[in-house]
């Protein structure tokens, strides 16, 4: 329990770091910034390994065979990102590029 607090707060933290670098990514302060990872972490949980999974079976697993099955779950990281995004009334990327430099840099 201790561990996931300890890793929400550091998301939190990197969040807002990546917020304030990148020009297309809105996001209102700390407490939303924990919301948002509280978030991405429940559905990184939930969902990170169908995405991953049908990316890997839309791709062939041609990422996967080649040793590069990490590009896969940056994207699949990324969607989970825009789906926050969706849930979130305070926090916006604009566009898909933002929410894979945020899975990128949060990665």
Same mark, same amino acid.
């Given at each position: ?20 670098? *990148? ?8 407490? #939303?910034?924990? =919301? ?13 390994? /169908? *995405? #991953? ?6 791709? =062939?697993? $041609?990422?996967?065979?080649?040793? *590069?099955?990490?590009? #896969?779950?940056? /994207?699949?990281?990324?969607? $989970? $990102?825009?789906?926050?995004?969706? *849930?979130?009334?305070?926090?916006? #990327? ?9 899975? $990128?840099?949060?990665?």
């Amino acid at each position: 329990m201790l561990n996931w607090l300890i890793h929400i707060i550091i998301d939190a933290a990197v969040l807002l770091i990546a917020a304030k670098m *990148l020009p297309k990514v809105e996001l209102k302060g700390w407490k #939303t910034a924990i =919301l948002v990872a509280v978030i991405i972490g429940i559905l990184s949980f939930l969902l990170s390994w /169908i *995405l #991953t999974a049908v990316l890997n079976i839309a791709t =062939l697993g $041609i990422f996967y065979f080649l040793g *590069l099955g990490f590009i #896969t779950r940056i /994207i699949a990281y990324a969607i $989970i $990102i825009e789906i926050a995004d969706k *849930l979130s009334s305070d926090f916006k #990327t604009h566009g898909f590029m933002p929410s894979l430099w945020l899975a $990128i840099i949060i990665a």
